[in-house]
């Protein structure tokens, strides 16, 4: 799609930002997706940069396209093609902007990381909503790591982001914004509050397991999301698929403050089979 949408656009219509080195700052987590030793064994070419990351790397040109209110009410909504590792330079380039900006990035082999979609408010043919529509239902007698989950299980926890964290992950992000100076969150550290809500998402996946992210989808409602702001998140599971190699859950995270939904989180996790025991 989105190689499509750049021959056929203008040049002034095209944006493609400079390549950048994302950091894998999971290295160490043994076992995990992130740790070189179980990623090549699992068939990746090392330990993989957390997909969140790249969602950064978009936002200076969507702020250029939609101003500060993005942090209001707009999104962005990216599905993942391929892995990176870490310091593997990539590119981002965003197509447009009305009524919604196509997204693209890749790596210097030109080798395409991930596709989706930006706009100023909510969109309902945002890049996921595809996805997920398209995606068949799993068989839940077919399920080994998911058995336990069912669509439609919901959770709530508190989550937060205290404005130390924001300050280190400013060190090493990849665009770094005035608005982060001030608490305001990246798409980034959505991701992060989104994760402290796992266990009351996925909390029932049989272990052990390794997944990763598939696709990842931040949409502010009444933002912007704030460092030292305790949100009360509510999780729920919209879909449950399954590949040959992955069983997958699509859920959702609102965070509120108060009475007031600030902004959502949409999730596609893969779960490898080849990492489970139950799949042995």
Not at 10 to 34: C, L, Q, Y
Not at 122 to 141: C, H, I, K, V, W
Request: aromatic letters at 6%; one cysteine or more; glycine letters at 10%.
């Amino acid at each position: 799609m989105s190689d499509a949408t750049t021959r056929d656009a203008p040049a002034s219509d095209i944006w493609t930002g400079p390549f950048r080195e994302p950091r894998n700052m999971a290295a160490e987590v043994k076992g995990s997706i992130h740790d070189d030793a179980t990623a090549t064994k699992l068939g990746f070419r090392g330990g993989t940069v957390a997909g969140s990351v790249h969602l950064d790397q978009f936002v200076p040109r969507l702020v250029d396209l939609y101003g500060e209110r993005w942090f209001e009410t707009g999104g962005l909504s990216l599905y993942f093609t391929q892995a990176t590792v870490d310091r593997e330079e990539v590119q981002a380039v965003v197509v447009g902007g009305e009524p919604r900006a196509r997204l693209s990035m890749y790596n210097r082999a030109g080798a395409q990381i991930c596709l989706g979609t930006a706009s100023g408010g909510p969109d309902a043919q945002a890049e996921l909503a595809g996805r997920m529509a398209a995606q068949a239902a799993a068989d839940p007698s077919g399920l080994r790591i998911l058995a336990a989950l069912r669509v439609g299980d919901e959770g709530e926890t508190r989550v937060r982001i205290d404005a130390a964290r924001l300050a280190a992950h400013r060190e090493i992000i990849t665009e770094d914004l005035p608005a982060y100076a001030d608490g305001v969150l990246p798409p980034s550290q959505a991701i992060g509050l989104a994760h402290q809500a796992r266990a009351a998402a996925v909390g029932k996946a049989a272990q052990p397991h390794v997944g990763l992210f598939g696709a990842l989808e931040v949409q502010h409602l009444d933002g912007p999301l704030r460092a030292d702001v305790d949100y009360r998140a509510r999780t729920r599971i919209l879909k449950l698929t399954e590949s040959p190699k992955t069983e997958n859950t699509w859920h959702q995270i609102v965070f509120a403050d108060g009475d007031r939904d600030v902004a959502r989180v949409l999730m596609y996790l893969r779960f490898l089979k080849g990492s489970s025991p139950l799949w042995s």
